[in-house]
């Protein structure tokens, strides 16, 4: 191996460090959404790169030093690392349905990873000291992530996600293992300036290598910059939300309902201005993305709004591991919501014929799912970047709904919504629907903008129809 060799391959892994800790720290602040930032998919096509030339140098390494089982072993990490950066790719570009691989596929990576670990700790690598540290490293990291995948399989609700957070934490440890390849690095060439290298790199190599290492640098530096950005206004407005959301909160009546069985079911009631129990005030029914973030009932409960608009704002509180339903393979507690809101309409003056559902990703599916479920008990439905059952479309096409989506949207598909829309109106139903064509994820104050959402909405009323036992919604 040339010194400038050495170099480059310390420069490289030098970068993977750099891209590994700013990546770590944007999932601690911003959580799994960090893959949905527009920045992202260029990010990680750019980190990708860098980590197959990381890959060829140190397979260069092993092979100078005939260090055998440790390059084989590394060439099918390497490939199998490969695969799964591919899959990824395609989950996070849209492509769900590659989703139920993707597990069988970490378990080849750290099977794989544990192999690779063992070549350095007993064949003729563990001479280089900082080979064999690698190794060992690699191994207790391995193992620890697939004792925790093991232990997550059974496991559900709380106890999943905070196994998820495990194995992210004891991820970010990855970050060590090229610093000791680095370190291994170090001595080659300490090693080198004693002994005179007989392997000559051409001239134009040379050239090559050094405009690589500025390019990837260059790239590195701005995509990394340009994430950096993209997350920190994102984290402003998450912050920002989560203040609205405790202003929200402090303006409701915090409840809870225990049905039968003992389950309770905690939520946010905010009754509408100057309440008079002789009027009948319709339901708005805000399902949260989480816990009590509900953008439909912040902008309802805004003064102007309330006093256009009175109504009830219902939010419930979904506890961890849980879902509203529509969500594949994902527990629901839309019966409990269900129960609770017919309990409360015992104690309060609600029009039972108008009764609105509305919600954002994991509300837009849950809003999706309350009215397949219940088309009986809503007059109206605002499911926002959701999806729900096609099969169903039959049941709601006397439902009035207005769904809306981001043509960009890598969260939540936007082929969730039109085929929702498209499959109720072949069962003759005529729902309305705004795409956002140069939108994502994050369409909700595109949608505030539009006074007339509200007025549509509140101009929704269930009539009941006694014949044929079927009940008719009129718009």
């Keep these: 191996m040339n010194r400038r060799l050495y170099y480059f391959g310390i420069f490289i892994l030098s970068l993977t460090i750099v891209a590994g800790l700013l990546q770590n720290v944007l999932y601690w602040q911003l959580g799994g959404s960090v893959v949905m930032l527009e920045s992202f998919m260029s990010w990680y096509i750019a980190n990708t790169v860098t980590s197959l030339l990381g890959t060829f140098i140190i397979l260069k390494y092993f092979h100078f030093r005939t260090f055998h089982f440790a390059f084989v072993s590394f060439i099918l990490s390497s490939i199998i690392n490969l695969g799964q950066s591919v899959v990824f790719y395609f989950i996070i570009s849209g492509a769900h349905e590659l989703q139920g691989y993707y597990g069988l596929i970490i378990y080849l990576v750290l099977g794989a990873a544990i192999l690779h670990a063992m070549s350095l700790v007993f064949s003729s690598a563990r001479e280089k000291r900082w080979l064999k540290m690698a190794g ?5 990291i391995a193992s ?140 708005v029914v805000s399902l949260p993305y989480g816990n009590y973030e509900s953008p439909p ?15 009830f704002i219902f939010v419930p509180y979904c506890p961890e591991g849980a879902g509203w339903g529509g969500i594949p393979n994902y527990p629901t507690i839309d019966t409990l919501v269900f129960d609770a809101i017919l309990k409360l309409e015992e104690g309060v003056s609600i029009d039972k014929n108008r009764r609105y559902v509305a919600g954002v990703s994991r509300g837009g599916y849950g809003s999706w799912h309350f009215i397949t479920t219940r088309p009986d008990m809503f007059a109206a439905a605002i499911p926002v970047c959701g999806g729900g059952d096609t099969q169903h479309a039959g049941d709601i096409t006397k439902v009035s709904i207005w769904a809306f989506h981001g043509a960009h949207d890598r969260n939540v598909p936007v082929s969730n919504s039109r085929d929702m829309i498209e499959a109720i109106k072949k069962a003759g ?6 795409e956002f064509p140069d939108k994502a994820h994050d369409i909700w104050y595109e949608i505030t903008q539009m006074p007339s959402v509200l007025e549509w909405l509140f101009a929704q009323k269930r009539i009941s129809v006694k014949s044929n036992n079927e009940e008719g919604l009129k718009r």
Excluded: H
Aim: aromatic share 12%; glycine share 4%.
């Design 144 to 283: 620890a992530f697939l004792a925790i995948l093991l232990a997550s399989v059974n496991s559900r609700g709380a106890i999943q996600i905070s196994l998820g957070k495990l194995a992210k934490a004891v991820e970010c440890f990855g970050v060590f293992i090229p610093f000791l390849l680095i370190l291994n690095f170090l001595d080659e060439i300490r090693m080198l300036k004693r002994k005179r290298s007989t392997f000559v790199i051409p001239e134009y190599m040379e050239s090559v290598i050094g405009l690589t290492a500025m390019v990837l640098f260059a790239f590195t530096l701005t995509l990394g910059l340009t994430l950096w950005s993209e997350a920190s206004q994102k984290e402003y407005w998450q912050t920002k939300n989560a203040e609205e959301t405790d202003k929200f909160v402090k303006q409701c009546e915090q409840r809870s309902f225990k049905n039968s069985k003992g389950e309770t079911l905690n939520y946010l009631l905010l009754r509408p201005k100057d309440y008079n129990p002789s009027i009948k005030y319709p339901l």
């Design 429 to 434: 139903g005529n729902p309305k629907y705004t």
């Design 136 to 140: 060992i490293v690699t191994l207790i």
């Design 297 to 311: 009932a912040q902008w309802l409960a805004r003064d102007a709004n309330r006093y256009r608009y009175p109504s």
